[in-house]
């Protein structure tokens, strides 16, 4: 194979191209096909051209203007051709190649291929094997000398030389993953990095009478986020811990469910004006106590140990975390115990958010900021409630997201550090701005801040699942997931993300696990639903989507999906119903128009649905920022004035297999 800097310059002519492997892949180029056991594909010459090209980088990232040069000759291309080709790579690689490469889109830079989520290797580290597949066991299994591209088809074939070292490496690396590996049901991808795993248990309060469960969370919750700030270790989210421990307290039994290889728990006691808090580290798998401590504090500063605490743990596990501001501190931190408490009752209402909760809690919010204008968290529990009103439909975003903008500045100018106002910047960037590039600094500077922060790593698999990049979406909602494996709205995510990469089974099978652990989780139900929609199975999907309907209180996005089942199923008079029902709320309430549309498209009224799809626009439309992964827009993709809308947001795609 020429190098990247010879072959960059010369135009891709596929007849002098010989066959290669690309993961489970045999592509021959001057057929135009690709080969996966039984089954094949024909490519269209200039897809196959764009996977030539690509291939023959050898992991090195292509930019736009080096695929014109090769496979357009050139000419000026307008941005949906190149959208158009490169949405067909991405579909044959997770259908026909069931996953085993990727297309990966650096915005504003180009574009390459991997494999198992890793880039091929460069030209010279390819032990000679001129095979862009190179570094694939699979691949290497079932033809050990398979060819690559090439500059000249006369380049004698080599056998494969694999460097021991490099074998040995990969051996090791994947017995260390195997050792931190959670199992989950559906098939996960492997952490370049594994690390040890800390849960933190509730803290127990010893006093007769009922517990103290804001005081129990919150000792455990402060320990979490001061833990967290290490990118040694991995911390669970308490969510998690929480609910298995409600099971079974054993911390033995909580810290095997969770894989750690460390548990913290404690007790508080309460004695006339002094609170006496015992904490202790266990070392699994035996349980081991290796360090344990005690500390007394003023009832009303119970929460001020946290310093000590979190020190003295991270002292014992030989971690180095960031030395506590004092610049930024505030009496809801802890210095105010009553007003600690109150914060935290209102970020308990966050966790399950409803659009009664979050109301209350930014009321609660608002009265923290009133006696402490100085707490930069209760600033940025305000931007996560307005957004969150957005994101589940209640409140037009336009009304939203500029409250939760002016809470984020408010935070950060308080904090210019704090995790969860950058993690809200990634949001509003993402759900409201469209701004994709902006959106990913932002969360992978929150990411960079706290790198076991469950809603930063969730947040930011979301925008890439959006954004059309499968596999790298996977990697980080698999890491939200081992982060807080319990729950129900990460695994729904997880499955929904498998959907919208092209793994239907695993997406399936990962649906199921979520409704195991909540049997009446609406999202799911609605994804699960979605699936079953897609594979014509009209009568399930409607079953799912009922229930998703009736557990979401009707929400309107469960409700269009339901109607859009029915009309697919021949059930129109039901379909149109559900549609007035909508409209009519439409009159009083929010209801994006996205959700009209997708009602619309699936009745055959392509022509209504567009103009919704410009109303939804205008309107900032949270819903639109799944156009290029959700199939049920697959009807509109050759439609004019859907791709211009698409490409204007930069999400265009040919086919879509989520939804």
């Known amino acids: 194979m020429a190098k990247p800097s010879d072959a960059s310059a010369e135009p891709v002519v596929l007849a002098r191209v010989p066959a290669f492997r690309l993961g489970a892949v045999q592509v021959d180029p001057p057929l135009l096909q690709a080969v996966c056991g039984d089954r094949s594909e024909t490519l269209e010459p200039r897809v196959m051209q764009v996977l030539v090209a690509l291939a023959e980088a050898r992991g090195r990232i292509v930019t736009r203007d080096e695929l014109i040069a090769r496979c357009w000759d050139g000419r ?6 190149i959208h158009r ?18 297309l990966e889109n650096i915005p504003r830079v180009g574009y390459r291929l991997l494999e198992d989520g890793r880039p091929l290797p460069p030209a010279d580290r390819a032990a000679d094997v001129d095979t862009p597949a190179a570094g694939t066991a699979q691949a290497g299994a079932a033809d050990p000398a398979a060819p690559g591209p090439a500059a000249d088809a006369g380049t004698p ?44 248990l509730p803290f127990r309060t010893l006093a007769p009478g009922a517990r103290d469960e804001l005081l129990e ?12 700030a290490s990118d040694a270790i991995r911390v669970h989210a308490l969510g998690s811990a929480q609910r298995l421990a409600m099971q079974n307290p054993d911390p033995l039994r909580v810290a095997q469910a969770l894989q750690a290889d460390y548990v913290v728990d404690g007790t508080v006691q309460a004695r006339q004006d002094r609170v006496r808090v015992n904490v202790r580290l266990l070392s699994m798998p035996q349980g081991t106590v290796a360090w344990s401590d005690t500390f007394d504090a003023d009832a009303g500063a119970v929460f001020g140990l946290q310093d000590d605490i979190a020190g003295a743990v991270s002292q014992a596990l030989a971690l180095k975390l960031p030395a506590p501001s004092l610049a930024h501190r505030s009496p809801c931190d802890g210095g105010d115990a009553a007003l600690y408490r109150q914060y935290l009752g209102a970020r308990h209402l966050l966790h399950a958010p409803t659009p009664e909760r979050l109301h209350r809690a930014i009321a609660m919010f608002r009265q923290i900021l009133e006696r402490d204008p100085l707490c930069a968290r209760a600033w940025a529990g305000q931007a996560f409630a307005w957004r969150t009103l957005a994101i589940i439909g209640e409140n037009p975003p336009a009304q939203s997201f500029p409250l939760a903008e002016a809470a984020i500045e408010h935070a950060l100018a308080l904090d210019p550090n704090l995790v969860e106002a950058h993690a809200e910047i990634g ?6 701005d469209w701004d994709w590039a902006g959106a990913e600094q932002a969360l992978q500077r929150a990411i960079a801040l706290n790198p076991s922060s469950v809603d930063a790593r969730r947040a930011y698999a979301h925008l890439l699942s959006n954004l059309g990049e499968g596999e790298r979406a996977l990697e980080q909602m698999e890491l939200a997931r081992r982060l807080d494996p319990m729950s129900p709205l ?17 997406a399936r099978h990962q649906l199921d696990h979520t409704l195991q652990l909540a049997p009446d989780f609406w999202i799911a139900l609605l994804h699960l639903g979605g699936m079953e929609m897609q594979r014509g199975d009209f009568e399930a999907a409607i079953a799912s989507l009922t229930r998703a309907t009736e557990h979401s209180g009707r929400n309107a996005v469960a409700l269009s999906a339901l109607a859009s089942a029915h009309a697919k199923a021949g059930q129109r008079d039901r379909a149109e119903a559900i549609l007035r029902e909508l409209e009519q709320r439409a ?4 209801v994006r128009p996205s959700r009209l549309a997708a009602v619309e498209v699936a009745l055959g009224r392509h022509e209504r649905a567009l103009d919704l799809l410009e109303q939804a626009y205008r309107e900032r439309d949270l819903g639109l920022t799944f156009l290029r992964v959700d199939s049920g827009w697959n009807p509109l993709r050759q439609e004019p004035r859907f791709i211009a809308l698409s490409e204007r947001m930069g999400l265009y795609a040919e086919h879509a297999v989520g939804w």
């Open 76 to 81: 000026v291309v307008g941005e949906g051709a």
């Open 85 to 102: 080709v490169t949405s067909r790579i991405r579909h044959l690689a997770a259908d026909l190649g069931g996953g085993s490469f990727q």
């Open 157 to 200: 074939r080599r056998p494969r030389r694999i460097p021991v070292l490099a074998v040995l490496a990969t051996v090791l690396a994947l017995l260390a993953t195997a050792v931190w590996w959670p199992h989950p049901p559906a098939q996960s991808l492997p952490d370049a990095r594994p690390m040890p795993a800390l849960a933190v």
């Open 217 to 228: 969370q919150g000792m455990a919750e402060t320990l979490i986020a001061q833990l967290s």
């Open 427 to 432: 949001f509003k960037r993402f759900w409201f």
């Open 490 to 506: 990460n695994n729904a995510l997880y499955g929904q993300f498998m959907a919208a990469a092209g793994r239907a089974d695993q």
């Open 587 to 590: 009159a009083t309430s929010y």
